[in-house]
T-cell receptor, first 114, second 113 residues
Framework: KNQVEQSPQSLIILEGKNCTLQ??????????LRWYKQDTGRGPVSLTI?????NTKSNGRYTATLDADTKQSSLHITASQLSDSASYIC?????????????FGAGTRLAVHP | DTEVTQTPKHLVMGMTNKKSLKCEQH?????MYWYKQKAKKPPELMFV???????INESVPSRFSPECPNSSLLNLHLHALQPEDSALYLC????????????FGPGTRLTVL
């Protein structure tokens, strides 16, 4: 069964600190892995997207890693800001019948406090 | 133009009403999606349109009726909804080059009374 699991479920950090969010997946056949940021009541916004051959990708203060052997990904946030408070969703794309089906994780809710 | 727009932002409707959600993109994407998202849950796929044709219907009740009038527009017609249909409805479109990334709209917050 295709699954994406994220940890922790929620996280509170102080402004300026770093944090790392985890994503484990069992998705086959794997196409790519994406991290989205979703503010409450808003649509998800893409942070990074990685294919099988990519190990790391950065977008400003966000750095995602992918280990295709262990089927794990992480999202590292550096020097957190209050505006980083949001849900972070790991999404794995599986190729199925000519169509890329997205398997969503439940998300990690991050709260950055002053 | 690199965004997906959705209207209205908020919608409150009674169970006997008929309303429509609208989604628009001008990125030339030929695949468009409707998702439903309940609070603190990930989005759930409802429909996929590819080249203006319905390609996937994830067993969605008939009170939700999608329509793709052209390659830039996607509508979701609502009729006789139930209170449990209250949710954030997200539209997305997908690139056909590279890793097929999906771009999401801001969503329509629907409340059914």
């Amino acid at each position: 069964k295709n699954q994406v699991e994220q940890s922790p479920q929620s996280l509170i950090i102080l402004e300026g600190k770093n944090c790392t969010l985890q994503c484990n997946y069992t998705v086959s056949p794997f196409s790519n892995l994406r991290w989205y940021k979703q503010d409450t009541g808003r649509g998800p916004v893409s942070l990074t997207i990685m294919t099988f051959s990519e190990n790391t990708k950065s977008n400003g203060r966000y750095t995602a890693t992918l280990d295709a052997d262990t089927k794990q990904s992480s999202l590292h946030i550096t020097a957190s800001q209050l505006s980083d408070s949001a849900s972070y969703i790991c999404v794995v794309s599986a190729r199925s019948g000519g169509y890329n089906k997205l398997i969503f994780g439940a998300g990690t809710r991050l709260a950055v406090h002053p | 133009d690199t965004e997906v727009t959705q209207t209205p932002k908020h919608l409150v409707m009674g169970m006997t009403n008929k309303k429509s959600l609208k989604c628009e993109q001008h990125m030339g994407h030929r695949a468009m999606y409707w998702y439903k998202q309940k609070a603190k849950k990930p989005p759930e796929l409802m429909f996929v349109y590819s080249y203006e044709k319905l390609s996937i219907n994830e067993s969605v009740p008939s009170r939700f009726s999608p329509e793709c009038p052209n390659s830039s527009l996607l509508n979701l017609h609502l009729h006789a909804l139930q209170p449990e249909d209250s949710a954030l409805y997200l539209c997305a479109s997908r690139t056909e080059k590279g890793p097929n990334e999906q771009f999401f709209g801001p969503g329509t917050r629907l409340t059914v009374l």
